[in-house]
């Protein structure tokens, strides 16, 4: 290890060190942060799962589906049926993998708008399913047992076990042969499958991994508001949100969607609480002129700052990952 | 190594987040911090603001001669209609701008995300929405927590039983296909049964959708005495237009939107809809026309939504317990919100008592109006009432 590494080792242990010691003072000193720190690293999750499924160039809008399936599962299984909510939880993003390989296996030949078209009605028809069915509480909703005895400290590091688990699968997948069977599904489907690249498996693979995050943070989330209703957790906002934060902060690496959650809402917050009402004009035209005037999102303007090119300069070559 | 990078622009955005929201202490502030939690932007933002307006009449009002002697000041958070941040918004109150009271809210989701945190740090929770029952249970046993708003099963009882009071033996139901439409049928079937009444067919619908006829159609050929529309303000127009177009015309058309379109008074198909609310601005009491005068003066517009109202009654009961209580000890806070007994702009007695699960239950009614020549006029109940309501109402 160069001496390089090693400072990147420590610099990168401190952090960790820093982010499993930070509730136990936002605890007893500000636990509004605490609170903005678990809706961050949620976003995150999110986001970053999206991500790993845009990797092979599908534009989903299933995300709030899976979110939603998490969610409803593991509440029902512990509300109607009594189970343990890590059980419930592990259920309700094990029930998401499971949906996620089917309806893979039936989309995943759709491309582009249509792939797009056919997630976004596949999240609906959940939607209205579970509005109707009166196990599933309907429309009103359902009181969701809290997780951990709701307590925040504890709910924290979980979430911030599960975000560490999805950066390491995302790291794993990107440092693999993984990463250039997506990329080059991505690039052209054609090409790839005529190079030997099982297409449809890897396309099925990463729907199955990025359900289970999206599933895992919908369950969590379940126990920690207290109270899921078909509306919200299948709401179109859960999908264009997952998306737009990796837009933001960079596709198809692990870090820009990370960095895309946590601007985003941390600049949201900030709007919130000193601008009120006209906040959502201010963050929907900074967003807009990001993604118009940062195509490769806030980790291409870090990578062209770093290399020293022009502001607006392209780059054709794909993000290398983290 | 661009996540290092990346975490470490986010711990620099994390510290600046704590530098913006710092705020230094200088000892206790001599004002009564109330906190307000209600949406300002998203979907029903729109009556979050009516509230705002309630609020700031109160305020005024309050000021002129300040519980405790100290000025009271508002610290309005926007939950966005967002559980997260809506629980956000009430630990920032709490920590750090060390609200003394809470006030607000309006949806059940954000209320329920809210009555979770107050539960493990209590405050005096004056809370105005949320008709969801879950949210009854869930603070079943907290006995700082008011609330104002009648729950869902009372909104139900009361359109019921205004429906029995018409006459009317049979009703057909047309619901949106969201959750507010699907919870109505859940509901309606045992009241309407309780009331006596036979829901001959129920109808869904999207809503938004610019063509009801067949809809209409449809609930003509069961010929019912009452056509219930559960439905939003965007529903109300095509119905009263439409209904005219397919010739329906049933004894009485009674819609219940949170609120009702603007400039729905210039529409002549409108005339004889009925409605039901907990407030209206036509309300004849006299609390209720010097609210309508004030809020007039103050900002210029009508107000519309029983939302001003009701935010306003809650702050201003508020404030009488203060002063009754003579300081912010949440038990005094509690003994003396219980005693309440206030008579107000939404017109009906103001007290709080147990409802089926809740400690202190404030309304339990709504009222039904009537649009009589661009006016809504209080047709029931009785007590309220400003005019007659017309039975078998014409819509030819």
Avoid: C
């Avoid at chain 2, 519980?67 to 508002?74: A, C, D, I, Q």
């Avoid at chain 2, 206030?342 to 400690?359: A, D, N, V």
Wanted: a positive charge; aromatic letters at 10%; hydrophobic letters at 50%.
């Amino acid at each position: 290890m160069s001496g390089r590494q090693a400072v990147q080792v420590l610099a990168l242990a401190v952090v960790l060190v820093a982010a499993v010691a930070f509730p136990f003072w936002a605890n007893r000193t500000q636990p509004y942060y605490l609170q903005i720190a678990i809706n961050i690293i949620s976003f995150a999750i999110l986001a970053l799962s999206w991500d790993m499924l845009a990797r092979t160039g599908q534009l989903s809008l299933a995300h709030a589906a899976f979110y939603g399936l998490g969610a409803y599962t593991s509440a029902l299984v512990t509300t109607r049926m009594g189970l343990p909510i890590f059980l419930g939880m592990l259920l309700g993003s094990l029930v998401a993998v499971v949906v996620a390989a089917g309806l893979g296996m039936l989309t995943l030949r759709l491309r582009g708008i249509y792939f797009a078209i056919g997630t976004l009605a596949f999240s609906e028809t959940l939607r209205v399913v579970t509005n109707q069915l009166r196990f599933t509480g309907g429309a009103t909703g359902l009181v969701v047992p809290p997780l951990l005895g709701g307590q925040r400290v504890p709910q924290y590091l979980l979430i911030l076990a599960v975000l560490l688990l999805a950066v390491v699968v995302s790291w794993m997948v990107n440092r693999s042969r993984w990463h250039f069977a997506f990329t080059a599904i991505r690039t052209n489907e054609a090409v790839a499958g005529a190079m030997g690249v099982d297409v449809v498996r890897f396309k099925v693979l990463a729907f199955m991994i990025s359900a289970f995050f999206a599933g895992i943070t919908g369950a969590y989330y379940a126990h920690v508001f207290l109270f899921i209703s078909p509306i919200e957790v299948y709401s179109l906002a859960v999908s264009v949100g997952a998306l737009v934060a990796p837009i933001f902060g960079g596709l198809y690496t692990t870090a820009g969607p990370i960095l895309g959650a946590v601007v985003l809402r941390v600049g949201e917050e900030i709007l919130r609480s000193t601008v009120q009402r006209g906040y959502p004009i201010i963050y929907g035209l900074i967003l807009a002129l990001v993604i118009l005037y940062m195509p490769r999102g806030l980790i291409g303007v870090w990578a062209s700052v770093k290399s020293g090119l022009a502001t607006g300069r392209k780059e054709t070559r794909e993000p290398a990952g983290p | 190594m661009k996540l290092l990078r990346a975490i470490t622009v986010l711990l620099a955005l994390v510290a600046l987040v704590m530098a913006a929201g710092y705020q230094p202490v200088l000892g206790q502030a001599a004002t009564i911090k109330v906190g307000v939690i209600i949406p300002l932007t998203g979907p029903v933002g729109v009556s979050g603001q009516a509230m705002q307006k309630g609020y700031t009449l109160a305020l005024d009002e309050i000021n002129q001669n300040p519980p405790l002697g100290r000025k009271v000041e508002l610290v309005i958070e926007d939950d966005r209609g967002d559980p997260p941040t809506a629980a956000a918004a009430f630990l920032k109150l709490v920590n750090r701008d060390r609200i003394d009271i809470l006030v607000g809210g309006l949806q059940s989701a954000t209320s329920i995300a809210v009555g979770a945190q107050v539960l493990q740090r209590p405050i005096l929770m004056a809370w105005t929405g949320a008709a969801f029952p879950g949210f009854e249970t869930m603070l079943k046993d907290a006995d700082w927590f008011f609330h104002y708003h009648p729950w869902q099963y009372n909104n139900a009882d009361s359109t019921w039983r205004f429906i029995r009071s018409t006459g009317a033996k049979t009703a057909t139901l047309a619901v949106e296909d969201g959750p507010f439409g699907s919870s109505a049928i859940v509901e309606s079937g045992a009241f309407a049964r309780n009331h006596g009444i036979t829901i001959t067919s129920t109808e869904t619908f999207k809503t938004g959708s610019p063509d009801l006829t067949p809809l209409l159609t449809k609930a003509k050929g069961a010929n019912a005495d009452v056509f219930v529309l559960v439905g939003f303000d965007q529903d109300v127009v095509p119905v009263a237009t439409q209904a005219r177009q397919v010739g329906f015309s049933p004894k009485l058309i009674l819609a219940a939107p949170p609120s009702w379109p603007v400039g729905f008074e210039k529409l002549a198909a409108g005339n004889n809809m009925a409605g039901m609310a907990l407030w209206t601005a036509e309300n004849g009491h006299p609390a209720s026309r010097t609210f309508v005068r004030r809020y007039r003066e103050r900002f210029n517009e009508e107000p519309t939504s029983y939302w001003a109202p009701l935010a306003y009654t809650n702050l201003i009961t508020v404030a009488d317990a203060i002063r009754r209580a003579g300081s912010l000890d949440l038990a005094a806070l509690t003994r003396a919100m219980k005693a309440t007994d206030y008579e107000g702009p939404i017109g009906m007695r103001l007290t709080f008592k147990r409802s089926i699960q809740g400690q202190n239950q404030g309304f339990t009614r709504l009222i039904a109006f009537q649009w009589q020549n661009g006016k809504q006029v209080v047709v029931w109940p009785q007590e309220v009432a400003g005019g007659r309501l017309v039975y078998p109402a014409l819509y030819r």
